[in-house]
């Protein structure tokens, strides 16, 4: 699916809000109690084809997706590819909560629009490095589950606007994508959360060091640690490289001033680099940047490389895999 650049951005930062209330990141890293072996809960039987079973090697053409593959084929063809768990209709759990929020979804049982909705989520998850999701996963989750629901209401608050959320708060480490009418899924919105869960990898694996973070960013700055006002781009536009509209290169600051995406990154830690990062996986994806130039402001630029060389270290990819990221990288800043 191909929206605007305007639409799709301003969709983004709308939808990604509930994340963050639910994952409660912002002011300090993810939860993520190292369980012991032995106090595991037992796994499912499809949990055991994950990073054991990496071959990146794989030829995996065999699950491209065709337009006429039925929901059924979709899914398996899916979760073969990626080494996830895919959960629909009435199987869908139907409540999420932490200390902050309850978020209720009802499932959707329109079959040809969840199957829709997968193949414009086949179409994010593929612009991610062979065998990348199948590494998602860490201490004591063993696979990815996403969760295609109908209407999600947010602490009694229906259609809030949020269509996708993600969590690791308690025993499932899960991505929740609402499926609304015709199937219609925004494809950055996807990639942006699975950003998030790259972050509570990368975290559990003690890379992403925040205090060495902060010195990437302005000197005194601080996160509002707040999905307020940055929602709506209301802050100070300073240092930041858009409001909440995408304008372009008009925002008058020189380059060295640049140091966000737009108002949504100043958010907290995990938003900044989730957006930073959308605007090369749709450059990947689609062959364009929304934000054209952006990383060729030096802040930027030195960001997206910290983000990107922990992301490698963390993952194992083919090198072909590391030479597209590499270029694409290098095509745009
Ligand atoms: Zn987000």
């Known amino acids: 699916m191909h929206l605007t650049g305007f639409n799709k951005f301003a969709a983004i930062a709308v939808m990604t809000g509930i994340l963050f209330s639910l994952t409660g990141c912002p002011a300090k890293p993810p939860k993520q109690p190292d369980v012991p072996e032995s106090t595991q809960t037992s796994k499912a039987p499809e949990e055991a084809a ?8 794989e030829d995996l053409s065999k699950y491209d997706l065709k337009e006429g593959d039925s929901l059924e084929d979709v899914v398996s063809k899916m979760e073969n590819k990626y080494g996830i768990d895919i959960v629909y209709g009435n199987d869908i759990r139907t409540e999420f909560k932490d200390e902050n929020e309850t978020i209720t979804v009802k499932p959707n049982t329109n079959f040809e629009d969840v199957r829709k909705a997968l193949l414009a989520i086949d ?6 490095p062979k065998g990348f999701l199948r590494q998602l996963p860490y201490g004591k989750h063993k696979i990815l589950k996403i969760y295609l629901t109908g209407s999600i209401t947010i602490n009694g608050v229906p259609n809030s606007g949020s269509p996708a959320f993600t969590s690791d708060s308690d025993d499932e480490l899960f991505l929740t994508i609402e499926v609304i009418e015709d199937g219609v899924v925004n494809v950055p919105t996807v990639v942006h959360e699975i950003s998030h869960i790259v972050d509570f990898k990368l975290h559990h694996d003690g890379l992403i060091k925040e205090d060495e973070w902060t010195k990437l960013n302005p000197e005194g700055f601080t996160y509002d640690n707040s999905y307020g006002e940055n929602i709506t ?11 909440y509209h995408y304008v372009g290169r008009n925002t008058g600051y020189p380059d060295d001033d640049i140091w966000f995406y737009y108002c949504y990154s100043k958010v907290n830690a995990y938003e900044d680099r989730a957006t930073m990062l959308e605007n090369l996986v749709i450059y990947k994806m689609w062959n364009y940047e929304v934000a054209e130039g952006l990383y060729k402001c030096p802040h930027m630029k030195a960001k997206v490389e910290y983000y990107l060389k922990l992301i490698e270290k963390d993952f194992k990819m083919t090198q072909s895999d590391r030479d597209a990221w590499a270029n694409a990288f290098k095509a745009i800043s």
């Open 123 to 128: 179409e994010g998850l593929n612009a991610l």
């Open 233 to 243: 781009g209301g802050n100070d536009p300073k240092y930041c490289y858009t409001t």
């Open 50 to 57: 994950t990073t054991a079973s990496l071959d990146l090697d």
